[in-house]
């Protein structure tokens, strides 16, 4: 298995996964449990993340995996900002 994303939001996590999923990709996410007890977005001076959420998919799903992820980071960083 490979990781296609992994982000300090869980639900960032969790869309990807669903649209990796309606694309005939099976998706697992984890560290969801530790991003939500360590707080999400939870991060040290240095700026390492402390708790991320993961996307793995199986190796032979990879390269239509990462095509999907790089069109859904996409539109994730162009959400307007409030």
């Known amino acids: 298995m490979k990781c296609v994303l992994n982000h ?8 990807l996964k ?10 697992i996410l984890t560290g969801e449990k530790g991003t939500f007890m360590a707080g ?5 001076a ?3 993340d ?10 032979e799903d990879f ?7 790089a069109e859904f980071r996409k539109s994730f960083s162009q959400e307007p900002k409030q």
């Open 8 to 15: 300090s939001h869980a639900l960032a996590c969790g869309g």
């Open 18 to 27: 669903d649209l990796l999923e309606s694309a005939g990709i099976e998706a």
């Open 40 to 44: 999400e977005g939870t991060t040290i």
């Open 46 to 48: 240095d700026g390492l």
């Open 50 to 59: 402390l708790a991320l959420t993961e996307v793995w998919v199986n190796d």
């Open 63 to 69: 390269p239509k995996a990462s095509e999907i992820t």
